[in-house]
C-alpha cells in the first residue's frame, strides 16, 4: 500500500489552549513523510469529519492520524472504511486536562505523543480479514438438554438460527423433568414446572435437532468451523457447527460423604433433590416404612460453607426448602416443618416467598446441627440456636432433608479417572489419568475438545468453567464456546432461563463476526489476526503453551498450528516468541520497537529523565483516561505506549528502551490472581513473571533493578495513577539518570 498521510490536529477541549499547535506540526513530524496537516477547533464535530472526508475523496489520503481525545470516544465518528488507516493520538487526556498549560513539558509531551503515533501509522498495514478455504457453519450446538440447554436451543431458532441438542439422558428435561414444581417470579407462589411444554416446543421447532441418549466424542476445528462427532444411540453422526453452548447443569453434591448429618445411617435422612423427586412421584412419606410425614426438619447449608466439603454457597438451597415446605403443607395442613439455617439466602426478588413460608407456620431456628439421632423410631436433632445462645433439641421428626448444595457436573470428583491428551505425563499404561483439582484437566468429558491444552473447559477452583467475571460472564478461555446456567454458577431456575439466552446470542454473535473475519470478545471486531514467520521458528513451543485460549496447536514435530477463529487478538504468544517471528498487521514487536524509539531523550544536563510506561489498553489506559478527564495531575516526563494486553510485552522493548537511555520502564497490567481482571486471563500474570527475568539483562546493562516496575492497576484505580507515577519517578531520581544516555 502506497500510503499518503494526513494529521489532523484538534484544537478544542483545551488542548489548542495548552499548546504551540504551529510548533507541534513541526516537531511533532518531523523525520515522517506528511502529505497534509490540518488543526481544527471541533473536529470530531460534522465540519471536523467532513474535512477529513473530503480529503480522503479528493486527496487520496489513505492514513488519517487524529490528534485529540483518546481513541476509546469518538471512534465511530472517526471510522473512514476499510481502505482507510486511522490512528489516534492522545493529546487532551495525557497532555492538555493533566499538564500545566503552554510549558515546556507539557509541549514535550505532546509532540513525542504525535511521534509515536507517526510511527505507529507508518508501521501499520490495511488488515484483511481471515477467510478459511472451509465454509462457515452458523449452526449452534447446545450440550445439555435441561431447562439452560433447551432455552439456549429455542432462543437460537427464535433468532433464525438452527441448533443441535446432544442430550446424554434419554429424554430431554434435565432436573427439571424431575421437579414437582418452581418458585416463579414475582416470587410468590409456586407453579408447575413447565417441562412438558418446553420439551413439546423443542420437538414441534424444525429448527431444533434433537439427539437423545448422545454423547459428544470430539469436538475438532475452531469457531465457525467445529466438527461435532456424536455418539448417538450406539450409532455416529457427525454435524459441523458454529458455536458451543454448553449447558450440561449440576449434580448434588455428594450426601455420602455428610454422615454426621445422618445420611447413609438413617433411611429417613434423604436430600433435597431425593425430597423433589418423591414430591413429584406423588406423595412424601418416610423412606423407612411409607407412612405420612407430619414433621420434617430441613438442614441447610447441608455441606455447604464449609471448607471440608464446599466452601461456598449455592444460593437456591435456601428457596429449594422453603418451596419443599409448601409441599408437606399441602400434603398435610397439621404438618409442622422446621428449618435449621445459618443464613437464609433468598437472593434476588425473591423476599417475599421467604415471608410466605413464614406466614404458612415454618419455624426458623438459626444455628448448626450438633448431632442428629434416632429414638423411639423418629429423629431428633440436637442444634445450637444462636438466637437464644442454648442448646435446643427437635424431636419426633418424620423426615430430615439435607439440602446439598449444587456441583458443577464438570467438577473433577464426578469422575476419578479421564483419557489423557497425548504425551501427558501421568498416565497409565491404558492412557488413563488421575484428575487433580489444578491439572489443568477435566474429568466430565462432556464436550471432547480436540485441543492441545485438553479436552475440557478450564475451570476455576470450584470447577465451574472460567471466565472473565466481570465483563464476559458466558465466555469461557475456549473461543467459540459458551457455558449456560449452572455449569457456570448455582442459579434458580429464573436465572438458568436469562443465562442460556445470553449464551445463545453471544454463540450467534461468534458465528456471524467470524465469518466476517471478525475477532469477539474482547476486541470485538478486530480484523488482524496473528502471522507466523516459520521460516525462524524453533519449536520452542512458547506460543503453544502460553495462548491462555488454546488458538495455537501443533504438529508433530512441534512447529505452531495456528487457528485464527479461535484467537483472541492479544499478542501473547508475540511477547512469548524469542525469536519474534509473530506478528498481526497493526502490532508487532517491530513497530512498537519504532514507536519507543520515537521519544525524544533529553541530555543528563537538561535534568529532564524519561519514562516509558507500556499501559494495558483494558483496565489501566481507561483508568488512566478517567484520571485525564477528572483533571489529575502526574509527571510530564512519562510516555504512554498501549499494549493489546500486558502479556504481549517483549522483553527486547526493555532492552532496547535503556540502552538508549531511557531512565525507567513501568508496566501498568491488569490484576491476576483467583479473582483476575486480566481480559486475556494470564496476561497480566506472565508479563510479571518475564519481567522477573529482566535483571539479567539490567545486569548486563549495569543498571539498578529499580529502574523497571510493574503495577496492577484496576479499571476503577484512576485515582491512584497519578500516585503510582509520581512515586515511580521519586524512584527515578534516587537512582539517578541512565549512564546510557546520548550513547
Same mark, same amino acid.
Given at each position: 500500500m502506497d500510503k499518503k498521510t494526513a494529521i489532523y490536529i484538534c484544537t478544542g477541549c483545551g488542548i489548542g489552549d495548552a499548546l504551540d499547535i504551529e510548533q507541534l506540526k513541526e516537531e511533532g513530524t518531523e523525520d515522517f513523510s506528511i502529505d497534509l496537516t490540518k488543526d481544527h477547533p471541533f473536529l470530531c464535530g460534522q465540519e471536523g469529519v467532513d474535512i477529513i472526508k473530503q480529503d480522503i475523496e479528493g486527496e487520496g489520503i489513505n492514513t488519517v492520524i487524529i490528534a485529540g481525545c483518546s481513541h476509546r470516544v469518538n471512534y465511530d465518528a472517526f471510522n473512514f472504511g476499510q481502505g482507510v488507516i486511522v490512528q489516534r493520538v492522545n493529546l487532551r487526556e495525557q497532555v492538555a486536562w493533566s499538564q500545566p498549560p503552554k510549558e515546556e513539558d507539557t509541549q514535550m509531551l505532546a509532540e513525542d505523543n504525535l511521534r509515536i503515533g507517526c510511527s505507529q501509522a507508518k508501521d501499520t498495514e490495511l488488515t484483511e480479514p481471515f477467510k478459511a478455504e472451509e465454509e462457515y457453519s452458523k449452526d449452534i450446538l447446545v450440550v445439555g438438554g435441561g431447562l439452560a440447554g433447551m432455552t439456549a436451543a429455542l432462543e437460537t431458532?427464535?433468532?433464525?438460527?438452527?441448533?443441535?441438542?446432544?442430550?446424554?439422558?434419554?429424554?430431554?428435561?434435565?432436573?427439571?423433568?424431575?421437579?414437582?414444581?418452581?418458585?416463579?417470579?414475582?416470587?410468590? @407462589?409456586?407453579?408447575?414446572?413447565?417441562?412438558?411444554? &418446553?420439551?413439546?416446543?423443542?420437538?414441534?421447532?424444525?429448527?431444533?435437532?434433537?439427539?437423545?441418549?448422545?454423547?459428544?466424542?470430539?469436538?475438532?476445528?475452531?469457531?465457525?468451523?467445529?466438527?461435532? @462427532?456424536?455418539?448417538?444411540?450406539?450409532?455416529?453422526?457427525?454435524?459441523?457447527?458454529?458455536?458451543?453452548?454448553?449447558?450440561?447443569?449440576?449434580?448434588?453434591?455428594?450426601?455420602?460423604?455428610?454422615?454426621?448429618?445422618?445420611?447413609?445411617?438413617?433411611? @429417613?435422612?434423604?436430600?433435597?433433590?431425593?425430597?423433589?423427586?418423591?414430591?413429584?412421584?406423588?406423595?412424601?412419606?418416610?423412606?423407612?416404612?411409607?407412612?405420612?410425614?407430619?414433621?420434617?426438619?430441613?438442614?441447610?447449608?447441608?455441606?455447604?460453607?464449609?471448607?471440608?466439603? &464446599?466452601?461456598?454457597?449455592?444460593?437456591?438451597?435456601? &428457596?429449594?426448602?422453603?418451596?419443599?415446605?409448601?409441599?408437606?403443607?399441602?400434603?398435610?395442613?397439621?404438618?409442622?416443618?422446621?428449618?435449621?439455617?445459618?443464613?437464609?439466602?433468598?437472593?434476588?426478588?425473591?423476599?417475599?416467598?421467604?415471608?410466605?413460608?413464614?406466614?404458612?407456620?415454618?419455624?426458623?431456628?438459626?444455628?448448626?446441627?450438633?448431632?442428629?439421632?434416632?429414638?423411639?423410631?423418629?429423629?431428633?436433632?440436637?442444634?445450637?440456636?444462636?438466637?437464644?445462645?442454648?442448646?435446643?433439641?427437635?424431636?419426633?421428626?418424620?423426615?430430615?432433608?439435607?439440602?446439598?448444595?449444587?456441583?458443577?457436573?464438570?467438577?473433577?470428583?464426578?469422575?476419578?479417572?479421564?483419557?489423557?491428551?497425548?504425551?501427558?505425563?501421568?498416565?497409565?499404561?491404558?492412557g488413563m489419568m488421575e484428575v487433580m483439582p489444578d491439572s489443568g484437566f477435566?474429568?466430565?468429558?462432556? &464436550?471432547?475438545?480436540?485441543?492441545?491444552?485438553?479436552?475440557?473447559?478450564?475451570?476455576?477452583?470450584?470447577?465451574?468453567? @472460567?471466565?472473565?467475571?466481570?465483563?464476559?460472564?458466558?465466555?469461557?478461555?475456549?473461543?467459540?464456546?459458551?457455558?449456560?446456567?449452572?455449569?457456570?454458577?448455582?442459579?434458580?431456575?429464573?436465572?438458568?432461563?436469562?443465562?442460556?439466552?445470553?449464551?445463545?446470542?453471544?454463540?450467534?454473535?461468534?458465528?456471524?463476526?467470524?465469518?466476517?473475519?471478525?475477532?469477539?470478545?474482547?476486541?470485538?471486531?478486530?480484523?488482524?489476526?496473528?502471522?507466523?514467520?516459520?521460516?525462524?521458528?524453533?519449536?520452542?513451543?512458547?506460543?503453544?503453551?502460553?495462548?491462555?485460549?488454546?488458538?495455537?496447536?501443533?504438529?508433530?514435530?512441534?512447529?505452531?498450528?495456528?487457528?485464527?477463529?479461535?484467537?483472541?487478538?492479544?499478542?501473547?504468544?508475540?511477547?512469548?516468541?524469542p525469536e519474534r517471528i509473530i506478528s498481526f498487521k497493526n502490532y508487532s514487536v517491530g513497530m512498537i520497537g519504532n514507536m519507543i524509539k520515537t521519544i525524544n531523550v533529553p541530555e543528563e544536563d537538561e535534568e529532564k529523565p524519561r519514562v516509558l510506561c507500556l499501559i494495558c489498553e483494558n483496565d489501566a489506559l481507561p483508568a488512566l483516561d478517567m484520571a485525564g478527564i477528572k483533571r489529575m495531575k502526574w509527571s510530564p516526563y512519562v510516555r504512554f505506549v498501549p499494549m493489546r494486553c500486558l502479556g504481549s510485552m517483549n522483553l527486547v522493548w526493555i532492552a532496547d528502551s535503556l540502552s538508549r537511555g531511557i531512565d525507567g520502564i513501568l508496566l501498568l497490567g491488569c490484576r491476576h490472581g483467583d479473582d483476575y481482571q486480566c481480559h486475556f486471563i494470564k496476561g497480566s500474570e506472565l508479563a510479571e513473571t518475564r519481567l522477573s527475568k529482566v535483571s539479567e539483562t539490567l545486569d548486563r546493562l549495569a543498571l539498578e533493578s529499580e529502574r523497571v516496575k510493574f503495577v496492577e492497576v484496576g479499571i476503577t484505580d484512576y485515582d491512584k495513577i497519578p500516585v503510582i507515577i509520581n512515586e515511580f519517578m521519586e524512584t527515578i531520581e534516587e537512582v539517578g539518570p541512565n549512564p546510557y544516555k546520548g550513547w
Open positions: 431458532a427464535k433468532a433464525g438460527y438452527q441448533a443441535v441438542i446432544v442430550e446424554k439422558e434419554a429424554s430431554l428435561g434435565g432436573f427439571l423433568g424431575k421437579m414437582k414444581k418452581l418458585i416463579t417470579m414475582p416470587y410468590k @407462589d409456586v407453579s408447575e414446572s413447565g417441562a412438558e411444554e &418446553l420439551i413439546k416446543a423443542i420437538e414441534e421447532n424444525s429448527k431444533v435437532k434433537v439427539y437423545t441418549s448422545s454423547t459428544v466424542e470430539k469436538i475438532s476445528g475452531a469457531p465457525g468451523l467445529y466438527t461435532v @462427532d456424536i455418539k448417538a444411540n450406539g450409532n455416529g453422526a457427525s454435524e459441523r457447527v458454529g458455536a458451543v453452548v454448553q449447558a450440561t447443569g449440576w449434580v448434588p453434591y455428594d450426601a455420602n460423604k455428610l454422615g454426621h448429618l445422618g445420611y447413609g445411617k438413617f433411611k @429417613d435422612v434423604i436430600t433435597n433433590v431425593e425430597m423433589e423427586e418423591m414430591a413429584a412421584a406423588g406423595k412424601i412419606t418416610r423412606p423407612s416404612d411409607g407412612s405420612e410425614v407430619k414433621n420434617v426438619l430441613f438442614i441447610q447449608c447441608a455441606g455447604s460453607r464449609d471448607p471440608e466439603h &464446599l466452601p461456598y454457597c449455592s444460593s437456591v438451597c435456601c &428457596l429449594v426448602s422453603m418451596k419443599q415446605a409448601t409441599y408437606v403443607k399441602e400434603q398435610n395442613a397439621e404438618a409442622v416443618n422446621y428449618v435449621l439455617y445459618k443464613d437464609v439466602r433468598t437472593v434476588g426478588q425473591a423476599e417475599d416467598f421467604y415471608r410466605k413460608a413464614q406466614n404458612d407456620g415454618s419455624v426458623f431456628i438459626r444455628g448448626e446441627a450438633a448431632n442428629v439421632g434416632e429414638a423411639g423410631g423418629k429423629l431428633f436433632v440436637e442444634a445450637d440456636d444462636e438466637l437464644l445462645g442454648e442448646r435446643v433439641k427437635i424431636e419426633e421428626l418424620d423426615l430430615i432433608v439435607l439440602a446439598v448444595g449444587m456441583v458443577p457436573a464438570s467438577k473433577p470428583e464426578t469422575t476419578p479417572k479421564i483419557k489423557a491428551p497425548a504425551d501427558t505425563e501421568g498416565a497409565d499404561e491404558d477435566f474429568a466430565n468429558s462432556a &464436550l471432547n475438545l480436540e485441543y492441545r491444552q485438553g479436552p475440557e473447559l478450564p475451570t476455576l477452583k470450584y470447577g465451574f468453567p @472460567d471466565s472473565h467475571f466481570i465483563c464476559f460472564p458466558y465466555e469461557t478461555r475456549r473461543t467459540g464456546v459458551y457455558s449456560a446456567g449452572c455449569i457456570r454458577r448455582p442459579m434458580e431456575t429464573a436465572k438458568a432461563i436469562d443465562d442460556a439466552v445470553g449464551a445463545a446470542m453471544k454463540a450467534i454473535q461468534c458465528t456471524e463476526v467470524t465469518a466476517e473475519g471478525k475477532a469477539v470478545h474482547p476486541r470485538a471486531g478486530d480484523m488482524t489476526y496473528p502471522e507466523f514467520n516459520m521460516q525462524r521458528c524453533t519449536q520452542c513451543k512458547r506460543c503453544t503453551e502460553e495462548c491462555p485460549f488454546g488458538a495455537i496447536n501443533e504438529d508433530e514435530e512441534a512447529n505452531p498450528l495456528p487457528n485464527p477463529t479461535r484467537c483472541r487478538r492479544c499478542g501473547i504468544c508475540m511477547g512469548a516468541c
